[in-house]
């Protein structure tokens, strides 16, 4: 008897031990999120159980929706906040700390079994994506007289997802401007597996996904309008803002209230401590050390708010973003 008494005070130690280990709640991009989830895994390791992290994929717009209600304590986003999500935020007294994390390419992929096409305009793919071409721009030859006439499948973001937004602003000319007659998905995976079972698709995803998947796909390089020759995506690429309008920066959020809580305070920190070393480990694009040390400042200073003004900014080099971070 003692020793099922011993077995039940136990068990419910051990119960009331777990229930009192304090979560970091993170949601939001699935473009942020493989930087996020090895960050916490990171983080998990070396605190050895004493802090839980829980990292969710809502899209960057699912994302700060929870965000600004105050149901999660940092949002991973694949572009800056928007005007309608500020005041939804300013609603709910929720403030913020703003901090970019890393660069990315949003790339354009085809089958690799697709023999005619090896770079792209802008003009082209808008053409493709524009909401106009819903019902009328349905086979590849209607693009392009050269192009073989055969259906032309397109796989996307969902609407949810920065990505999404991103891309659409970029070659559409207006955020979340594009045709719904096509595959979308948050989960980057899932159009992974669309892509590479269909020679006449081409879709669009982020370039740690690609990079993942390079023997299931094959990536298109973009004309840079600028430049007026087609550019690949790469970290090399990204860096120079060659890879131009289709790289962007990255960021995750922090509620001034979650920055409060010291589990919260020490993970933030430590992902800015250590974004060189895992941001690359993932296929991202790391930031010049000058701007995580900018991102410090801020927290330090208690410097609030958002560089961007509501909206997203097109092919902002590394420069323009250190620029912009120092005055914010």
């Not at 005619?116 to 106009?132: F, R, T, V």
Request: glycine share 8%; with cysteine.
């Amino acid at each position: 008897m003692k020793g099922l008494l011993g077995l039940f005070l136990f068990t419910g130690f051990l119960q009331f031990a777990q229930a009192v280990v304090p979560v970091v709640k993170v949601d939001g991009s699935s473009t942020v999120f493989p930087i996020a989830e090895a960050v916490a895994e990171e983080f998990q390791n070396e605190k050895r159980g004493q802090v839980r992290v829980t990292v969710g994929i809502s899209g960057t717009g699912g994302g700060f929706k929870k965000f600004c209600r105050g149901e999660t304590d940092i949002q991973n986003a694949s572009r800056p906040i928007q005007v309608e999500e500020l005041a939804n935020c300013k609603k709910a007294s929720i403030r913020f700390f703003e901090i970019p994390i890393a660069y990315d390419a949003t790339v354009v992929v085809v089958n690799p079994k697709n023999d005619w096409l090896q770079n792209i305009s802008i003009e082209d793919l808008k053409k493709m994506w524009e909401p106009g071409a819903q019902g009328k721009i349905m086979t590849w030859d209607q693009v392009n007289a050269a192009w073989p006439k055969e259906k032309l499948k397109l796989y996307g973001a969902g609407s949810d997802s920065g990505t999404f937004d991103y891309f659409t602003e970029a070659i559409v000319g207006k955020a979340k401007s594009s045709r719904g007659d096509y595959s979308a998905s948050e989960n980057d995976n899932t159009l992974v597996t669309g892509i590479s079972g269909d020679k006449f698709s081409l879709g669009y995803l982020p370039l740690a996904y690609y990079e993942e998947n390079k023997s299931k796909l094959k990536v298109v390089g973009v004309i840079n309008p600028n430049l007026k020759k087609p550019v690949s995506p790469s970290r090399a690429t990204v860096e120079s803002g060659d890879y131009a309008p289709l790289s962007r920066p990255v960021f995750i959020y922090v509620s001034e209230t979650a920055m409060k809580k010291p589990e919260v305070r020490e993970f933030v920190e430590f992902t800015n401590k250590n974004l060189a070393k895992i941001v690359p480990m993932v296929k991202y694009v790391p930031l010049p050390e000058k701007i995580y040390e900018i991102s410090r400042e801020h927290i330090k200073k208690n410097k609030l708010g958002t560089s961007f003004g509501g909206h997203s900014s097109m092919g902002l080099k590394m420069d323009q973003l250190m620029n912009r971070e120092k005055k914010l």
